[in-house]
Every structure is written in C-alpha cells, then in structure tokens.
C-alpha cells in the first residue's frame, strides 16, 4: 500500500508558489529614500533661514522706525528751541533799540541845559544875551554889553571853550548913548566833546543836537551899570 503525505505536498505548493525576492529591488529602494529625505531637509532648513532672515529684516525696520520717530520728536523739540531762541532775540533788539532811544532823548534833552550853562560860564559881567537858538550843531545869539571891551571878552571866552568852534561875528552897534549899550549878534558851532589841546576847532567828536530850538530870554549874565567887567567862574 502507497501512503501519500498531501499536507506536506500542499505546503511545498504553496511556498513555492510565492515569487522570489529580487535582489536589485531592494537595492534599488534605499538610496531613492534617502535623496527624499534631503530634499526634504534642505526645503525645510530653506524655510527656517527664509523666516529668520524676515524676523531679523522685520526687527531692523521696526528699529530703524523707531529711531526716525525719536528724530522727528528730538527735530520738533529743537524747532521749538530755535523759535524761542529767535523771539527772545526779536525781543531783545527790540528792547535795545527803546533803550538807545531813550539815552538819545535823555542825551539831546540834557544837551541844550549843558549849552546854555557853557555859555552862562563864558558870559562876562557887563554882557546879556537877548536870545539864543540851537540849530543842526550850531548856535546863534544876540545880546547887549554896556561896552565893546565887554563883548570882545565873551568872544574871546567862546573862541577858548573846548566844547565851542571859531565864533563868527556878525555886527557890534551902539545901541544908545546914556547909558552905552551896544548890542551884537554871532555864531559858531558846539560838540558835546571837549577839543583836546591843539586840536582845530571843529574837530571834536560828539553827538550833536539836530533841530533842537531853544531860545535864552535877556535875563542870562545881566549885570548891573556900575559893576566892575570881569568872567564869571
């Protein structure tokens, strides 16, 4: 009797029914997963530079806008500096132009007084003055001297001051007989600066008075007839 193991024989069947594994396959699987897995990794090392690189560009702008801001407050606060700077100056000249306006009045108000009382000192006894204007720099006078030795002393006295020029006379008349009195009238120029010794006459520096008027009443040096001639001092 033959015994037949089909069991056995199935098994066989079917193990040889599967297909055999290929060597160049397998092979050929590893190195095309490992060219993805570079790319892979190269995309995402590209993605983590691009968004470094964006966080790093956001940041400088944000910095670099921060500081034109601080520039435009730290540029405003300057303006305003500035403006104040130039209104005080605008204030200040403003106040030194009323200042020097107000030393010129001071200066041509004292200047007739100061005239008048320079001639009053060059008025000898026996000589009085009528009237007296003070024009442009120069000044003009008539008066009356009960004789002509009198009145040549007050011309010599302008012709000396230090503040007065050349005097210019014009004309010495007898006025009446008893008593003499004769009456004169000249003109010459004044500086508020003294001349310095043997300096012409004229060339003194100063400020002079422009179109002040003043007019001295006929009461300035009068003397007395039987008063001795003489400069007062």
């Known amino acids: 009797m033959i015994k037949i193991n089909l069991v056995r024989e199935g098994r066989a069947v079917r193990g040889a029914g599967a297909p055999a594994a ?11 997963n490992l060219n993805n897995i570079l790319i892979i990794g190269l995309v995402v090392v590209g993605a983590v530079a691009s968004l ?3 966080l790093y560009a956001k940041r400088n702008l ?12 730290e540029a405003q606060k300057l303006e305003s500096a500035i403006a104040a700077v130039n209104d005080f ?6 106040l030194q132009k009323r200042i020097d306006l107000i030393n010129q009045l001071k200066q041509n108000q004292k200047g007739p007084v100061r005239i008048m009382d320079q001639v009053s000192r060059d008025l000898p006894d026996l000589v009085w003055l009528d009237t007296m204007n003070i024009t442009s720099g120069n000044i003009s006078l008539n008066g009356r001297g009960l004789n002509p030795n009198a009145i040549a002393l007050f011309i010599a006295n302008v012709k000396q001051d230090p503040y007065f020029e050349e005097p210019k006379v014009g004309t010495i008349a007898q006025q009446s007989v008893n008593p003499p009195v004769y009456t004169f009238d000249m003109t010459f120029g004044f500086s508020y600066a003294p001349k310095t010794p043997g300096q012409p006459a004229g060339a003194a520096t100063g400020t002079s008075t422009t179109g002040t008027t003043g007019t001295a009443a006929g009461t300035s040096g009068t003397a007395s007839p039987g008063k001795p001639g003489g400069t007062k001092k």
């Open 89 to 94: 100056q605008k204030k200040k000249d403003s």
């Open 52 to 54: 470094g690189y964006w």
């Open 62 to 73: 944000a910095n670099t806008q921060a500081t034109m801001e601080q520039r435009k407050l």
């Open 22 to 32: 290929v060597p160049g396959v397998a092979a050929a699987a590893g190195p095309g």
